[in-house]
């Protein structure tokens, strides 16, 4: 069966840096978008950043364009979120998933999630 494993959260201080991992297991994924999304304490869950597993393609959250890094490892079948310049607003579980939907940023349309990781920002 399709399992995401996440890794990687932890607390930081404002300013710092993470890097979060997701290792694909129980398909091919090549045709996959992997999507990292994450939810904050009565929050709605929201899309942060997308890649295209073929083509390497991503797009950003208007809130974390230019900080957070999309990339994966074909090789490794894992995804990675690459955090800088955290902010308090950052905090949040943070979870992968995988869609077949072309440069979905709807939730709704991941057909796979991860368990899910903390990371906390402190100020």
């Known amino acids: 069966q399709v399992q995401l494993v996440e890794s990687g959260g932890g607390l930081v201080q404002a300013g710092g840096s993470l890097r979060l991992s997701c290792a694909a297991s129980?398909?091919?994924?090549?045709?996959?978008?992997m999507g990292w999304f994450r939810q904050a304490p009565g929050k709605e869950r929201e899309f942060v950043a997308r890649i295209s597993w073929s083509s390497g393609r991503t797009s950003y959250a208007d809130s974390v364009k230019g900080r957070f890094t999309i990339s994966r490892d074909n090789a490794k079948n894992t995804v990675y979120l690459q955090m800088n310049s955290l902010k308090p607003e950052d905090t949040a579980v943070y979870y992968c998933a995988a869609t077949t939907a072309p440069f979905s940023s709807r939730a709704r349309e991941y057909d796979y999630w991860g368990q899910g990781t903390q990371v906390t920002v402190s100020s």
């Open positions: 129980g398909r091919t994924f090549s045709s996959y978008y």
